[in-house]
């Protein structure tokens, strides 16, 4: 089911897919950098499926402007 909404992905290992359907907006993909600082890694603005490598911290993806998301494993 596609997200429309800020989800925390935390201490997951390995190599996912993210599908994104932009519809406009962007999906910013934040690493936690501390507790409660969040850093931009990377803003997805195209419809695509990109791999995102997890390595145990926690992500976020967080959608704007109509943008979806999955996550795919």
Request: hydrophobic share 45%; proline share 0%.
């Given at each position: 089911m596609a997200q429309t909404?800020?989800?925390e992905f935390g201490h997951l290992i390995g190599?996912?897919?993210?599908?994104?359907?932009a519809n406009g907006g962007t999906v910013e993909v934040q690493i936690?950098?501390?507790p409660g600082?969040?850093?931009t890694s990377d803003t997805i603005a195209?419809?695509?499926a990109f791999t995102?490598?997890?390595g145990g911290?926690?992500?976020r993806f967080v959608p704007s402007g109509?943008?979806?998301y999955e996550v795919h494993a």
């Open positions: 909404e800020t989800r190599e996912y897919v993210v599908s994104v359907q936690e950098h501390a600082v969040w850093i195209a419809d695509g995102v490598l997890f911290g926690t992500l109509g943008a979806t």
